[in-house]
């Protein structure tokens, strides 16, 4: 559910990809654990129920979510009104993380103790490829990379950034707070908690709630500090918009507006094809 709200911000054609969930989820499983034909089943008939679901319950409200948001961006945004924006883009993660927890519970229920040992495994693979990329690197290689990223990112939906508007995003980048090691021990204290709970699978009424509990606190950080960082980068990162925002050319607001109606379209069109 996360990934689809992910998709829809990277800029990627989200229709398409959309439309073949139904094979590129089991194949990003496969990077996790290696399922047997009759879990495969299993997975296809969750995942097109999900999808079903999904389709009829959430796309209709992300369509009318982008629309208001483009309708509110034709005369610039303030800072309150990005920050209500990202607001309800977390909360559409939150709400379908958490709806996933029974499909997902009732896969984990059906693995063999030698996957239960090739997931661990795939993710302390996982640890290490996150250590090599976001805590390895110098701070300085870091934050250009972080640069780059942010400017790839708004240019997919403004078309190309001018030198001001890409210094500015450099700038952020200076002021940002690395938090790559405080979200991996996060990450590794998830892990753990996730350990104990598939050691609880003869009991199914309690993975389900217990993965549910533990999908809901999937972000939490390890200590007071990175949380006081974490909220100070969330304040950096609604100035640059709003200051990305204040300079944008009527030519780029125009293409953020289609940009955005293109979407919303994209998403009434699938929940009306069911």
Same mark, same amino acid.
């Given at each position: %559910? &996360?990934?689809?709200?992910?998709?829809? *911000?990277? &800029?990627?054609?989200?229709?398409?990809?959309?439309?073949?969930?139904?094979?590129?989820?089991?194949?990003? *499983?496969?990077?996790?654990?290696?399922?047997?034909?009759?879990?495969?089943?299993?997975?296809?008939?969750?995942? %097109?129920?999900?999808?079903?679901?999904?389709?009829?319950?959430?796309?209709?409200?992300?369509?009318?979510?982008?629309?208001?948001?483009?309708?509110?961006?034709?005369?610039?945004?303030?800072?309150?009104?990005?920050?209500?924006?990202?607001? +309800?883009?977390?909360?559409?993660?939150?709400?379908?993380? $958490?709806?996933?927890?029974?499909?997902?519970?009732?896969?984990?229920?059906?693995?063999?103790?030698?996957?239960?040992?090739?997931?661990?495994?795939?993710?302390?693979?996982?640890?290490?490829?996150?250590?090599?990329?976001?805590?390895?690197?110098?701070?300085? =290689?870091?934050?250009?990379?972080?640069?780059? &990223?942010?400017?790839?990112?708004?240019? +997919?939906?403004?078309?190309?950034?001018? $030198?001001?508007?890409?210094?500015?995003?450099? +700038?952020?980048?200076? =002021?940002?707070?690395? /938090? %790559?090691?405080?979200?991996?021990?996060?990450?590794?204290?998830?892990?753990?908690?996730?350990?104990?709970?598939?050691?609880?699978?003869?009991?199914?009424? =309690?993975?389900?709630?217990?993965?549910?509990?533990?999908?809901?606190?999937?972000?939490?950080?390890?200590?007071?500090?990175?949380?006081?960082? @974490?909220?100070?980068?969330?304040?950096?990162?609604?100035?640059? @918009?709003?200051?990305?925002?204040?300079?944008?050319?009527? @030519?780029?607001?125009?293409?953020?507006?289609?940009?955005?109606?293109?979407?919303?379209?994209?998403?009434?069109? /699938?929940?009306?094809? %069911?």
């Amino acid at each position: %559910g &996360g990934a689809i709200i992910l998709l829809l *911000l990277s &800029g990627c054609s989200f229709k398409l990809i959309y439309n073949q969930l139904d094979w590129v989820v089991p194949w990003y *499983l496969d990077d996790y654990v290696s399922i047997n034909p009759e879990q495969s089943l299993l997975l296809d008939q969750r995942l %097109g129920d999900y999808l079903y679901w999904h389709r009829r319950e959430h796309l209709p409200d992300y369509a009318q979510f982008l629309d208001d948001l483009a309708t509110t961006a034709e005369n610039g945004l303030t800072r309150d009104e990005i920050d209500q924006a990202l607001t +309800r883009l977390r909360f559409f993660v939150d709400e379908l993380v $958490s709806e996933l927890a029974r499909p997902v519970a009732d896969l984990m229920l059906h693995l063999e103790q030698a996957q239960i040992e090739e997931l661990y495994d795939n993710l302390d693979q996982r640890n290490q490829h996150y250590h090599e990329r976001y805590v390895a690197p110098p701070e300085k =290689q870091r934050r250009q990379k972080r640069s780059e &990223g942010m400017i790839k990112f708004v240019a +997919r939906w403004v078309t190309e950034l001018d $030198s001001q508007q890409k210094a500015r995003i450099e +700038r952020w980048s200076e =002021q940002y707070h690395p /938090l %790559g090691d405080a979200f991996l021990e996060s990450r590794k204290y998830w892990q753990s908690q996730l350990r104990k709970l598939l050691e609880q699978r003869a009991k199914p009424d =309690q993975i389900e709630v217990g993965l549910t509990r533990l999908l809901q606190q999937r972000s939490n950080l390890p200590d007071a500090e990175a949380t006081k960082k @974490y909220e100070q980068n969330v304040e950096l990162l609604l100035q640059l @918009y709003l200051d990305l925002d204040r300079s944008l050319t009527s @030519y780029q607001r125009n293409q953020l507006i289609r940009n955005l109606r293109s979407y919303a379209d994209d998403f009434r069109e /699938l929940a009306a094809t %069911g």
